[in-house]
């Protein structure tokens, strides 16, 4: 299974224009966590994301109109700073890895829908297709 990690600001706020010290040796911290989970072959991707002040917001009505917020946003703890793609056996591989986490913060795991998931709303052919194309499939199970 393919899980994607989202780690949370918390309550050490979000990176600045200079990192502290303490920043950049808890980037070396997860750079080597980083280098664990290669080893390992569990991760597929991660990116880290710019603070929330030049983040936008949108409220969609779903009829096509929308409501933009400009960021700063002012619960920066639950703000998203990064991200992981892992592939694990299960949930609680998954666990595992992130309770070793070195970085601070929360974080959120979410299963992606892989093909099976799907197979209740795809034909036979469909789910043939999707199961073939694996990790790139066009059924947005990337």
Do not use: C, Y
């Not at 290669?38 to 009829?63: E, Q």
């Not at 929360?106 to 892989?114: G, L, V, W």
């Amino acid at each position: 299974m393919r899980v994607m990690v989202f780690a949370q600001a918390g309550d050490s706020g979000e990176l600045g224009e200079e990192p502290t010290p303490e920043q950049l040796e808890a980037f070396a911290a997860m750079d080597r966590f980083t280098e664990e989970l290669v080893a390992a072959g569990v991760f597929v991707a991660a990116a880290g994301l710019k603070n929330d002040a030049t983040a936008k917001r949108l409220v969609l009505d779903g009829r096509g109109g929308a409501v933009v917020l400009d960021g700063p946003f002012s619960e920066s703890k639950e703000v998203v700073v990064g991200f992981s793609i892992w592939k694990v056996k299960d949930m609680d591989e998954a666990l595992a890895w992130a309770k070793r986490s070195p970085m601070p913060g929360h974080m959120e795991i979410r299963p992606f829908f892989e093909a099976e998931d799907l197979a209740a709303f795809l034909t036979p052919e469909e789910l043939a297709d999707a199961q073939r194309e694996g990790d790139r499939g066009k059924l947005g199970v990337a």
